[in-house]
């Protein structure tokens, strides 16, 4: 299958967040930086949001992100303790 069609995986957590299954990491503060890597990282590609109770934050700033570039996205709250799987 074409991976152009398979939606970006972002994990929020306490910390920021982290793209999945890539393992990229952005902090809460380069989220917040004027010129986002995460916007130039998902090249307008659908993005699902993983969200812990303690990424609420870091959810809210990527939402901010996504939107302001026309990236349609979804929502899927996970547990704080889950640890995820992508293959």
Sequence with gaps: SDSA?????????KDGVVLQPQATRFTAAEL???NSPLAAALNAKGAVLLVRPSGFD???????ILDAHGIEYGLAPVDEAWQLVFR
């Design 58 to 64: 870091a959810c809210a700033v990527a939402r901010k």
């Design 32 to 34: 917040r930086a004027g």
């Design 5 to 13: 069609e398979k939606p970006q995986w972002i994990e929020c957590a």
